[in-house]
């Protein structure tokens, strides 16, 4: 059985304003091309088919047309859960009809695997859409401490994927397939934090052992995670978000597997999606003109940190955007600028700790209670 493994689309995503529509195109186009030439029997999708809860028209038209598509050319079932950025009653709202084309879309958690038939096997996957309080509309823990929260978030990850898998058979094809933050995963800036300060953060020991590969969303770098009993991988997006992306290789991968052997696994790199570039002109606006002038990246999303000594005029500006309309950001860099030490020492505090003392700040001196904490995770998580 041959599984192809992809996630986190982000269909109508835009960056800075610029839409990402045609390399959004462009990757269904070479996910077909894909799906044809290396004979696909399965297509899973790990979460996060979706920017936005509400998305625009055109992204949930190129969504239902390009699996659609793939159903009817190649005769395929195709697996969706929602990740953190769908919004999984909407996302599944067409599930019955979809279902009757070999198409299972599931929005909400729940204990009921996915069981077909794949040529001569049987595929059985515990799959596991994104697993919030929200969603599941449970409080997985009282208390606000970080180890409380993770200890139980870990026991209710892991107590649903038992649910799940508990009818495996050794005879057939098992696999499992969730959108969660796994320890040890590396994360980019595009990523919408999920964890309460490391709360949200399943341990490898949490994903199920009885299994033979589990297909991972919601990282954006194609990587493999250690520590579990199985094979454990997250696809990564196919395109880059943001320029903590920049130099990175995108990607789908296939999974060959058979009943009780080890899983063979391949990527296929992705050229879809342009290229996400820094650039660092360290001699000044002359720099900037030389490559504009020789088309260097031509065809790329460029963050510009510009060394100079005074303020560029909103003329020099406005030229450079219109010499290259690829450029994203213009950072003037001055030579008596220091790094933001500051900046960067925030990063590591976890987000519900910054919440907090924000709040504080905001408000002369008050605590923000329990629950206005909870309420600004669900929203910062994604949750309804």
């Not at 077909?32 to 029997?41: A, C, G, L, N, S």
């Not at 190129?62 to 009817?72: G, K, T």
């Not at 250690?226 to 990607?251: C, N, V, W």
């Not at 052997?261 to 030389?290: F, M, N, Q």
Request: net charge negative; glycine share 6%.
């Amino acid at each position: 059985m041959r599984v192809l493994h992809t996630a986190d689309w982000h269909l109508g995503k835009t960056l800075e304003g610029r839409s990402r529509m045609p390399e959004q195109i462009a990757f269904f186009e070479e996910l077909e091309v894909i799906i044809r030439d290396e004979k696909i029997d399965v297509l899973l999708m790990a979460g996060d088919v979706f920017d936005s809860v509400n998305p625009p028209a055109s992204a949930e038209e190129l969504f239902y047309e390009s699996i659609a598509n793939f159903s009817e050319k190649y005769n395929i079932p195709i697996i969706i859960i929602a990740g953190n950025h769908d919004h999984p009653d909407r996302l599944q709202a067409a599930r019955k009809m979809a279902k009757c084309q070999g198409i299972y879309i599931l929005g909400y958690p729940g204990i009921e695997p996915v069981k077909i038939s794949v040529k001569e096997e049987v595929l059985q996957l515990g799959a596991l859409p994104y697993p919030s309080e929200s969603r599941m509309q449970a409080v997985f823990s009282s208390s606000m401490e970080e180890q409380s929260l993770q200890s139980a978030y870990n026991k209710k990850v892991k107590h649903l994927f038992q649910q799940l898998t508990q009818s495996f058979k050794k005879e057939n094809v098992c696999m499992a397939m969730s959108h969660v933050f796994a320890a040890g995963g590396a994360s980019s800036d595009s990523e919408r934090p999920i964890e309460v300060g490391g709360a949200y953060t399943v341990s490898p020991s949490s994903l199920p052992g009885n299994v033979q590969y589990t297909a991972l969303g919601h990282l954006h770098r194609p990587q493999n995670i250690h520590g579990s009993d199985g094979l454990t991988r997250y696809s990564g997006s196919p395109i880059a978000f943001s320029f903590s992306e920049s130099g990175y290789s995108k990607s789908v991968t296939i999974i060959d597997i058979k009943a009780q052997k080890t899983p063979y696994i391949k990527e296929i790199p992705l050229s879809c999606g342009k290229p996400l570039v820094k650039w660092d002109a360290r001699h000044g606006l002359e720099e900037v003109y030389r490559w504009i002038n020789e088309k260097r990246d031509d065809n790329a999303w460029i963050e510009l940190d510009l060394h100079i000594t005074e303020t560029p005029s909103m003329e020099e500006i406005h030229h450079i955007r219109k010499s290259h309309e690829g450029i994203i950001h213009i950072h003037p860099v001055f030579p008596d600028m220091q790094n933001n030490i500051t900046l960067e020492k925030r990063k590591e505090f976890p987000i519900n700790e910054l919440f907090k003392k924000f709040y504080e700040r905001q408000t002369g001196g008050a605590q923000a209670d329990e629950k206005l904490v909870r309420l600004f995770m669900e929203l910062a998580e994604g949750g309804e």
